[in-house]
């Protein structure tokens, strides 16, 4: 059964303090991996697709890498406005989309 | 220019009533999706449009949900006999789609559906 699953639900860092959230997807012929932002009260923003293990993609200061099996987002000195809920989602090859659970992240000024 | 919108922002309705919840996408994007997101939880896909057909409907947990999308453009979810367990919001997104690579869906702010 196709699955993603997102690690931790909850991050709370201090500004400036860096670290990674973790994508883990079990699925048949992956066909892109997408990042997004979600705020409160909002639809998600879309970050970054990856299409293949090895790609990385970079954002201000975030940074998207891809493996066989899982996907990381890396956040480097965060501000308190990368405040949100980050979420990955899956497209297999027979077009299911399928989206973690998200981590909430929380940065303190 | 505009994004997705869907209307109303809000919806409370009542055990066993009708619904109708309406997506406005990006105008030249031919592919159309439904997701349900409840608290704590991603989205969760319901249905996708590739011009006016439904090209994949198996997220759709019942009966119950119907959506249209008869002029390949404006698009509306439908829930008849809503129960409580139907409050979520409901997210619509529009893509262009194309062969190939995927591309990438710009989501609404979404629907609040809350059934009472």
């Known amino acids: 059964e196709d699955q993603v699953t997102q690690s931790p639900e909850a991050l709370r860092l201090q500004e400036g303090e860096s670290s990674s959230l973790n994508c883990s997807y079990t699925?048949?012929?992956?066909?892109?991996l997408f990042w997004y932002r979600q705020d409160p009260g909002k639809g998600p923003e879309f970050l970054f697709t990856?299409?293949?293990a090895g790609e990385e993609k970079e954002k201000e200061r975030l940074k998207a890498t891809l493996t066989k099996k899982e996907s990381f987002l890396h956040i480097t000195a965060p501000k308190p406005e990368d405040s949100a809920t980050y979420l990955c989602?899956?497209?297999?090859?027979?077009?299911?989309?399928?989206f973690g659970s998200g981590t909430r992240l929380s940065i303190r000024p | 220019g505009a994004g997705v919108s869907q209307t109303p922002s809000n919806k409370v309705t009542e055990k066993g009533k009708y619904v109708e919840l309406r997506c406005d996408p990006i105008?030249?994007?031919?592919?159309l999706y439904w997701y349900r997101q409840s608290l704590g939880q991603g989205p969760e896909f319901l249905i996708y449009?590739?011009?006016?057909?439904?090209?994949?409907d198996s997220g759709l947990p019942n009966d119950r949900f119907f959506a249209v999308r008869p002029e390949g453009s404006v698009s509306t979810l439908k829930i008849q006999r809503t129960e409580r367990g139907d409050s979520a919001v409901y997210l619509c997104?529009?893509?262009?789609?194309?062969?190939?690579?995927?591309?990438?869906?710009?989501f609404g702010p979404g629907t609040r559906l809350t059934v009472l």
């Open positions: 699925v048949s012929g992956l066909r892109g």
């Open positions: 989602a899956a497209l297999s090859s027979a077009s299911k989309i399928i």
């Open positions: 449009f590739q011009g006016t057909g439904a090209a994949d």
């Open positions: 997104a529009s893509s262009l789609a194309t062969s190939g690579r995927t591309n990438e869906q710009f």
């Open positions: 105008s030249g994007h031919t592919a």
């Open positions: 990856l299409y293949s």
